[in-house]
T-cell receptor
């Protein structure tokens, strides 16, 4: 079975603070893919990053960075110098095999981030 | 914007009715997946279509059905609506290429309210 846990339901920070969103996953697949999506109030899920299980290099994109640790089954997301526009619900997702050999996304329950001015 | 469009934006139905939701995939994408997102929860996988055939299904009853058309657009049909079907329905398109796992790009969703 595949499972994604986002233990932080809601986080509130003040603008310019750094914030880390936690994601822990479970899978028996040896090859898997992890994603982060952002969901602003409009509802559309916005793709942020994809990481495959063979690549444990951390990645930085502007103010965003991701820390993938296979040993602890974690894929955490850090926003540096947060801004009000970062306020949204953030979802971590795992691409898991279906019987057809294709993968479907299993999502965590999301973390609501509120950045106060 | 992803180029994935969904219609309608909002829909109100009564229990027992049937509903059809529509999705146009991003240009060049051949796979469409549907998800149900209840309030305050993460999206749950309903099913996926590839080359006009269902290519995997989540834990949803048969009254949830779908279609994919030759232009890769898709429909989600729900029969005998129940109050618990009230949710945001998200469509995602992706490109299957060999054995790679495709990134799914989501549309804005259709919010369904069942009274």
């Amino acid at each position: 079975a595949q499972k994604v846990t986002q233990a932080q339901t809601e986080i509130s920070v003040v603008e310019k603070e750094d914030v880390t969103l936690d994601c822990v996953y479970e899978t028996r697949d040896t090859t898997y893919y992890l994603f982060w999506y952002k969901q602003p109030p409009s509802g559309e899920l916005v793709f942020l990053i994809r990481r495959n299980s063979f690549d444990e290099q951390n990645e930085i994109s502007g103010r965003y960075s991701w820390n993938f640790q296979k040993s602890t089954s974690s894929f955490n997301f850090t926003i540096t110098a947060s801004q009000v526009v970062d306020s949204a619900v953030y979802f971590c997702a795992l691409a898991a095999f279906m019987d057809t050999g294709r993968r479907a996304l299993t999502f965590g329950s999301g973390t609501r981030l509120q950045v106060q001015p | 914007e992803t180029g994935v469009t969904q219609s309608p934006t909002h829909l109100i139905k009564t229990r027992g009715q049937q509903v059809t939701l529509r999705c146009s995939s991003q240009s060049g994408h051949n796979t469409v997946s549907w998800y149900q997102q209840a309030l305050g929860q993460g999206p749950q996988f309903i099913f996926q279509y590839y080359r006009e055939e269902e290519n995997g299904r989540g834990n949803f009853p048969p009254r949830f059905s779908g279609l994919q058309f030759p232009n890769y657009s898709s429909e989600l049909n729900v029969n005998a609506l129940e109050l618990d079907d009230s949710a945001l329905y998200l469509c995602a398109s992706s490109l299957k290429s060999g054995t790679s796992t495709d990134t799914q790009y989501f549309g804005p969703g259709t919010r369904l309210t069942v009274l």
